[in-house]
């Protein structure tokens, strides 16, 4: 949201970005665009979604605004309403198959909301934008909608290459349920190197648990949550990474994360999962070695591989170099300034 916000306002449109306080949130920087934070009595559950779709409904009726874009599926019934009692414009941005998460599709109460407010809402939101195309050709099926694909990827700027002494693996994101990471943790007991995890989650202490179950404290290296600088040089100072994720619903089926990218600007091959957008991708440039599954025979295999193969190492790194060029902000920044000028001048 940052670059897409960033974007918008250097091309001129007046942007603010809505969002709401969290225990943890950190003081807000200065932008090129207006950000707002809506206070809520409740932090989680059922009564923070219904205070914040409240607060939110108020809060947009009573701003001036000439287009609305709701922000996944937690956000679209208010702006949506707002859109309607006012006659503005309205887009829908899809950052993920919100009915296919896996904390939605194990609760089938909540499944079954949330599955009304998809078929309902997305059909009224004729435009729109999502990740990858796999979503877009999914809600065209689905609802009729024709959305564009502006991909989550970073901006591509000038890299120094980091000399590898050690061979270290890398993993960024979420530590949460359903990112293979504790098959990962069994994977390293037959791993030739080290693991560094790089971010924080609610299953943290499922993982680190892990670590002392299969005894690799010696291997695994958690370095929690790091600012965004410290982070590129993290991930530029491994050797090769990893991007694993259970197929537990359609959207981690159909996901096209953004450290897939992350770790191709860094010129960093990885062991991805050989799902639909990282299997296209990796046909039109082999940037990856992917895995059908998450057992730690094929992860620590694959690894392996990465680390002792080094002509395979090599072409790898070569393609990321390549396809830097085609996968960053600049270009798909593009096609979101020409989203937003078609939208307008309708």
Known sequence: MQRICGSLAAAGYHVELVGYTRKN???????????????CLFKVGKLFYAEYNMRLFFYLFFKKNDCICAIDLDTIL?????????????????????????????????????????????????????????????????????YEVIRNVPLLAPMEEIEKKEKILIYQGAINKGRGLEKLIAAMQNIQGILWICGEGNFMNEIKSAVIKYKVTEKVVFWSMLNPEELKIKTRSAYIAINPFERQGLNQYLSLSNKFFDYIHAVLPQVAMNYPEYSNINKETEVAVLIDDLEPETIAASVNKLFSDKELYTRLKNNCKQTRDKFNWQQEEKKLLAFYQQLFNE
């Open 25 to 39: 949130s950190v003081a807000l920087k200065a932008k090129p665009f207006s950000q707002k934070r809506i206070n």
């Open 78 to 146: 208010p702006c949506y309403l707002v859109s309607k009692l006012k006659n503005v414009k309205r887009v829908y941005d899809a950052h993920e198959y919100f009915t296919q998460l896996e904390e939605v599709i194990s609760r089938p109460i909540i499944y079954k909301y949330w599955h009304w407010v998809e078929r309902t809402m997305i059909p009224r939101f004729k435009k729109g934008y999502t990740v990858c195309k796999s979503i877009a050709d999914l809600f065209t099926q689905k609802y009729g909608a024709t």
